[in-house]
């Protein structure tokens, strides 16, 4: 059976997590919860980074990295086609810029996390504006974000999702109402339900 390390908040594991329901994967993995700022964490014997998501496959082999992770469960279930094709350009535009927007959300989020006088204004004022400027092209676009690839709807849901679990001061939904929107009904799915964060 494989491992799938992950920890309660991050977007990234979620994005794994999401995506093994999604596959039918779940009967084949199991799902380990694990601390990833301890030093003793279950988690470094398997992968000296201490990030997650990993994937500890059958064969042993330990697989990092969130998109390579979804990849490779995607090669086990491919009766469901998870990412864009490479011939498809304006998909794959989505999935970077939405890859992009988490990337961004995470370093803000775990800014706030340190003390308030060691955070740096000029590092949440950067992403909370990059912020602004992605959710700016989705609400333009949110008319055809179920027409995205299953692995960018579900990057965006779990972007989403972190965003309004520890950036609560951010009232990005009066601006983006129909991004909202979508959001909502998203979240509402059972594999997304099963993973939210815990705050």
């Not at 996390?113 to 955070?119: G, K």
């Amino acid at each position: 059976m494989m491992k799938l390390f992950y920890t309660l908040n991050s977007p990234y594991a979620r994005v794994a997590r999401v995506v093994a329901l999604e596959l039918n994967l779940a009967d084949q993995i199991e799902m380990k919860k694990v601390t990833v700022r301890e030093p003793n964490s279950e988690l470094l014997y398997y992968n000296l980074t201490g990030k997650v998501p990993t994937l500890e496959t059958e064969d042993k082999f330990i697989l990092s990295e969130t998109r390579v992770i979804c990849a490779y469960l995607n090669n086990l279930n491919n009766d469901i086609q998870l990412f864009a094709s490479i011939c498809d350009a304006p998909l794959l535009q989505f999935e970077g810029m939405v890859g992009g927007f988490l990337d961004g959300i995470a370093v803000w989020v775990r800014e706030i996390r340190r003390a308030t006088d060691e955070q740096s204004f000029s590092v949440i004022e950067l992403e909370r504006a990059r912020a602004l400027r992605c959710l700016g092209h989705f609400e333009q676009c949110s008319h055809r974000l179920t027409q995205q690839s299953i692995f960018g709807q579900i990057m965006l849901g779990c972007t989403l999702g972190i965003m309004e679990a520890r950036l609560t001061q951010f009232q990005w939904r009066q601006k983006h109402l129909q991004l909202a929107n979508w959001y909502d009904e998203f979240s509402r799915h059972p594999f997304m339900q099963a993973t939210i964060p815990e705050v």
